[in-house]
Nanobody
Framework: QVQLVESGGGLVQTGGSLRLSCAAS????????VGWFRQAPGKEREFVAA???????YYGDSAKGRFTISRDNDKKTVYLRMDSLKPEDAAVYYC????????????????????WGQGTQVTVSS
């Protein structure tokens, strides 16, 4: 079992930046890919970005060019740096771990992910 805890959310002005963290604990985190998803009120949960164990990364359209995902395997932590934030980026951001054995694999489908954190709120004021 893996536990994921997100942090770093908060209130930021349009154009500002935030760095979210996803800290993992528990049985094992080896080879897992980690993704970030977000969900705004009344909307479906959507893919933001993901990173493989070997740091292959993949971004959703909303994140390309503005967000950067990275990981520190020794610290069992994945980060999401968000720049040039817009009001439409406001949502609860969730990190999730994919229990894949392929160290290079990174996926974007919600149903690929096995463990989820509780989420952290990001609010962007206009």
């Amino acid at each position: 079992q893996v536990q994921l805890v997100e942090s770093g959310g908060g209130l930021v002005q349009t154009g500002g930046s935030l760095r979210l963290s996803c800290a993992a604990s528990g049985r094992t985190f080896s080879t897992y890919a980690v993704g970030w998803f977000r969900q705004a009120p009344g909307k479906e949960r959507e893919f933001v970005a993901a990173i493989s164990w070997t740091s292959n990364s993949y971004y959703g359209d909303s994140a390309k060019g503005r967000f950067t995902i990275s990981r520190d395997n020794d610290k069992k932590t994945v980060y999401l740096r968000m720049d040039s934030l817009k009001p439409e980026d406001a949502a609860v951001y969730y990190c999730a771990a994919d229990r894949t054995s392929n160290v290079h694999y990174v996926g974007s489908a919600i149903n690929e992910y096995d463990y989820w954190g509780q989420g952290t709120q990001v609010t962007v004021s206009s």
